[in-house]
């Protein structure tokens, strides 16, 4: 499989570093050129055949890597004379790309990714084109993402939108795997834009357009503070550890009475109300390296209180809130049954026994063969002792807030190894049981 880095960015925003005497992608972290560090991770991968866009200041790039045999890889060039954009190159591309899939990112990027894992899931769905999208700290200055229930891409939401609404955290990240048919976009060359002129059109024209959801480690290091934060994760040993090659430590986390305030069943996004602490405690789980992933029974939808359009957004709003403090969640499952039957105004279909409804295990495993869980090293943090005993049930270790139900329930004669006052002393009881990290 061949990859394409568009390498041609000036870095204005990193002028102390670039003096306009070499391009963005060849600015150093922890002693190696950016452009570098992404070689590495591909031949990594096995990807060792790369074409690199180029123009400013390209014959750096070329005189530092040459043909790439030092490195181990094969390196081709095309360089723009004039500035085509983040797609018009492609016209020229078609001609150097031999296969019938390859991958492409932007130069900019720090990352760790189980590459064939995306190409798995490209394959499976029989792409067009597949974006990697990722939760960050700052959804509200990115590029999102709407998905449909398949993953499919239904549109974009530009960082540039006034958003007056609520919306999932799910970032473009910049690194794609194509089909040739994005070729056929490009019938000129001229300046385009690869989101807004050719992604964008495409799924305008039905074409298979997905989101591939990882946690998987990717930052854009264009700015001073990203760099230092960047160095920052790569001492710590957390770009490595959260590619999904490695088994992840996951603390998964019941949703109402532990992250927002219980108020009974909730069907409606006004009465979601996150606990003080709910953001302190997920970034505290974020800044660990661990994951975040919500599992919450919703019978409302099976009650008939509410559809499952109301449900997302729900999680919609949560996410937004969230967001807005710098904080996020790796994911978010949950259950619409219920197996009991006589509600008023109940919905038949979701009437049902199912294996996702806690206590049972569908949610986590779901969750656990996605990213790459190891149960037996995670943990599972809720109100109830159906919460503790959904944990029992995975194999995980277990934690219950004094929040919520605060264990009163009684449903299961379980004990729960951490008792927290909130989710953030929970979390912080869990990771200082952890040793506070990996």
Known sequence: MEAVIMAGGKGTRLAQLTKNEIPKPMVELAGKPLLQWQMERLKENGITDVILVIGHLGGVIREYFGDGSQFGMSIRYYEEKEPLGTAGSFYYLKEMVSGEDFLMMSGDLMFDIDFERMLRFHREKEAAATLFVHPNGHPFDSDLLVLDEEERVIRFDSKHNTRDYWYENCVNAGIFVFSRRIFDYVPEPVKRNLENDVIQTMVQNGEAVYGYRSPEYVKDVGTMERIAQTIKDMERGIIERKCLKHKQKCIFLDRDGTINVYRGLIADEEKLEPESCAAEAIGKINESGWL???????????????????????????????????????????????????????????????????????????????????????????????????????????????????????????????????????????????????
């Not at 807005?324 to 219920?338: A, E, K, M, S, T």
Request: proline residues 5%; contains cysteine; charged residues 25%.
């Open 292 to 438: 975040a992933v919500v599992v919450t029974n919703q019978p409302v939808v099976a009650r008939g209180m509410c559809e499952m359009e109301d449900v997302r957004r729900i999680h919609r709003k949560l996410e937004t809130l969230l967001g807005r403090q710098g904080v996020y969640l790796d994911g978010i499952y949950f259950c619409p049954h219920h197996p009991d039957k006589g509600y008023p105004e109940e919905n038949p279909a979701y009437k049902i026994p199912c294996e996702c409804r806690k206590p049972k295990t569908g949610m986590i495993l779901e969750a656990a063969e996605r990213f790459h869980i190891d149960l037996e090293e995670s943990w599972i943090v809720g109100d109830m002792t159906m919460d503790i005993q959904t944990g029992v049930n995975a194999g995980m270790h277990t934690a219950l807030v004094k929040t919520g139900k605060a264990g009163t329930d009684g449903k299961y004669d379980v004990q729960p190894e951490v008792v927290g006052d909130d989710l953030l002393d929970a979390v912080g009881k869990i990771l200082e049981h952890a040793g506070g990290n990996f």
